[in-house]
Every structure is written in structure tokens, then in C-alpha cells.
């Protein structure tokens, strides 16, 4: 079965440029989650779908930082403009159920802003 | 407000030793999940384990062992008989009953195993 999948797996990009990464969470799945992780504050929760509508998106860092989750089966992350502070791996996670907690992670997206 | 603390930042051990990853955690729900997660080297996190706040029975899953005490709010993570495959990042984690499925991950204790 195939798991969370993401793309791309590696983006290297200029300060300035807009950046959108992406994610398909396992089907049948309704909730979806972006996360962030660095060295310096760990994984960190940006926004939590469920059923396609943005429950909380009180971590995400400030208005350069957007998600949309059209359909079930898809969701982006856009950061613009970006910032060199900006530079992370994204990880999208997918579950099912509301109470679960069991989250699916897939292998993450590394962003470089120079 | 949640909290998890992973004290240890990373430790090294040599193939066969035993290790045990501590975590500590704060909530003030009093139903909650905790869980573990690795990292491996190839970057993805990979679910080991949940526990429900009702349930303080100890697990074992092959080498590896939980050890829940609510009364110091700790869920220790232990290895058996280490091995290099062992080696990655470990994170703990917990969810408060009203938090839907949001996480809040320790810092992550990185595990070296050495042959």
C-alpha cells in the first residue's frame, strides 16, 4: 500500500522565491497534518486538517505561510516570499479517525533557502 | 498547555547493551495518549507504540519494552540487546483527549549504536 507521499523530496530555492510543496495523504485517511522540523525548535505542528477544513493553524509561522487541502487525496504548503529561516524538512502526516493518533508521516521535504 | 521532555539528547551505546530513552510529560487533560515514534536515518517517522492514560500495564514488543508510570509522569522507552539498527532519533509524544489527533513531540533523543 503506499504510504504519505510528498514532493519534492529536496528543494534548493533563492530567498524571495515562492515555494510550494506537496502531499498526498493514504487514501482513506481524513485527517492531515504539516509539520516542521529543525535543529532548533524539533518538529513543530503548522496546520491540522480534518475531512478537507483547517481545524488549527495556529503554528503556522505568519502570513508568508499558507495550506490548502482541496480534496481528500491532496494538500500544499506554500511559503512566499521565502526566507533563508525558512529552511527545514516539511513532513506531512495523515490518520484516520479523530482520536487515533496513530499519524502516518511521509519522508519529508528538505528546503534549503539561500 | 502540553509538554514533553526528552532529556537526553542523544546517546551512545555499544551493540548488545540495554538503553532506556526517557520522557517526561505534562498535561492537564486527564485522558491523554502517548506514543513513540523513530526517525531513521532515511528521514520518516515511523509509529512504535501508543498508550492510553487508563492503561499503565507495561509493554514488550520483541527487544523493545514501554514502561508507563502516571505517578511520575513518565513513559520510558527501552531497548534490549541493542543493535545498529537501532540507531536513529526517537521521539516521545502525547495527545490530550480534546486535541483531535495534534501531537506534541519531545525534542527527540538520538540513538547511536555502536558495533
Known amino acids: 500500500d503506499a504510504g504519505v507521499i510528498q514532493s519534492p523530496r529536496h528543494e534548493v530555492t533563492e530567498m524571495g522565491q515562492e515555494v510550494t510543496l506537496r502531499c498526498k495523504p493514504i487514501?482513506?485517511?481524513?485527517?492531515l497534518f504539516w509539520y516542521r522540523q529543525t535543529m532548533m525548535r524539533g518538529l513543530e505542528l503548522l496546520i491540522y486538517?480534518?475531512?478537507?477544513?483547517?481545524?488549527?493553524d495556529s503554528g503556522m509561522p505568519e502570513d508568508r505561510f499558507s495550506a490548502k487541502m482541496p480534496n481528500a487525496s491532496f494538500s500544499t504548503l506554500k511559503i512566499q516570499p521565502s526566507e533563508p529561516r525558512d529552511s527545514a524538512v516539511y513532513f506531512c502526516?495523515?490518520?484516520?479517525?479523530?482520536?487515533?493518533?496513530?499519524?502516518?508521516f511521509g519522508e519529508g521535504s528538505r528546503l534549503t533557502v539561500l | 498547555a502540553q509538554k514533553v521532555t526528552q532529556a537526553q539528547t542523544e546517546i551512545s551505546v555499544v551493540e548488545k547493551e540495554d538503553v532506556t530513552l526517557d520522557c517526561v510529560y505534562e498535561?492537564?487533560?486527564?485522558?491523554?495518549?502517548l506514543f513513540w515514534y523513530k526517525q531513521p536515518p532515511s528521514g520518516e517517522l515511523v509509529f512504535l507504540i501508543r498508550?492510553?492514560?487508563?492503561?499503565?500495564q507495561n509493554e514488550i514488543s520483541g527487544r523493545y519494552s514501554w514502561n508507563f508510570q502516571k505517578s511520575t509522569s513518565s513513559f520510558n522507552f527501552t531497548i534490549t540487546a541493542s543493535q545498529v539498527v537501532d540507531s536513529a532519533v526517537y521521539f516521545c509524544?502525547?495527545?490530550?483527549?480534546?486535541?483531535?489527533?495534534?501531537?506534541?513531540f519531545g525534542g527527540g533523543t538520538r540513538l547511536m549504536v555502536k558495533p
Open positions: 502526516a495523515s490518520s484516520f479517525g479523530q482520536n487515533t493518533g496513530e499519524l502516518f
Open positions: 487514501s482513506g485517511h481524513n485527517s
Open positions: 486538517f480534518n475531512n478537507n477544513v483547517p481545524i488549527d
Open positions: 498535561t492537564r487533560d486527564t485522558t491523554y495518549y
Open positions: 498508550r492510553n492514560s487508563f492503561d499503565e
Open positions: 509524544a502525547l495527545r490530550g483527549n480534546n486535541a483531535g489527533n495534534m501531537l506534541t
